[in-house]
């Protein structure tokens, strides 16, 4: 079946320690995001690219770091720098379109 | 940029009954909306599309209307049922191929 992961499910951090969230797709798709949702809030852009090697930032980079060596792979490090790093964390990808193809989500606590 | 505004945090509706959620929008230059619905604890999925070319758009059990005019769009749904409970995301072209988010409305079904 094609689709995105997004692992772990769960995730458990101490403050100041870097985390990697992992997210993979075999839709071929060019285009992932990386995006954070707090509690009663909408979707904010954290990282996009477009095609492997390159990256944009997005609205809310500060503390994140992010790489795509891979088609296929996207992985999100949420560092020590990041203030408030508690939230739930959305993978996506596009074939270039509009459309937005979701992962299942990881969510991070920071303890 | 765009920005993306949905018109009720909380909509509660009894089973069986019609549901219209509101969202507004504020690029007139926007072609192209959305709608995403998401379970608790799950990410996003596609309910439907509608390009700026079109007024209507139905789907299963699920309407979407564009109102050009005034920048507003809303999705309707018919008999709605227990597993319709989710929030619900608009989401207009934000630049490039990035998507802007509303920040959702709760739908709940009362048996």
């Avoid at chain 2, 439907?48 to 005019?69: A, C, E, F």
């Amino acid at each position: 079946d094609g689709g995105i992961t997004q692992s772990p499910k769960y995730l458990f951090r101490k403050e100041g320690q870097n985390v990697t969230l992992s997210c993979e797709q075999n839709l071929n798709h060019d285009a992932m995001y990386w995006y954070r949702q707090d509690p009663g809030q909408g979707l904010r852009l954290i990282y996009y690219s477009q095609i492997v090697n390159d990256f944009q930032k997005g609205d809310i980079a500060e503390g994140y770091s992010v790489s795509r060596e891979k088609k296929e792979s996207f992985p999100l490090t949420v560092t020590s720098a990041q203030k408030n790093p508690t939230a739930f964390y959305l993978c996506a990808s596009s074939i270039g379109g509009y459309e937005q193809f979701f992962g299942p989500g990881t969510r991070l606590t920071v303890l | 940029g765009e920005s993306v505004g949905l018109h009720l945090p909380t909509l509660s509706v009894q089973e069986g009954d019609n549901s219209i959620i509101n969202c507004a929008y504020s690029n007139s230059a926007s072609d192209y909306f959305i709608w995403y619905k998401q379970e608790s604890g799950k990410g996003p999925q596609f309910i439907i599309d509608i390009r700026s070319n079109m007024d209507k758009r139905q789907g299963q059990r699920v309407t979407v209307l564009l109102n050009k005019t005034v920048k507003h769009l809303s999705l309707q749904i018919a008999a709605t049922q227990p597993g319709d409970s989710a929030v619900y995301f608009c989401a207009a072209p934000g630049g490039g191929n990035k998507l802007t988010f509303g920040t959702g409305t709760q739908l709940k079904v009362e048996l």
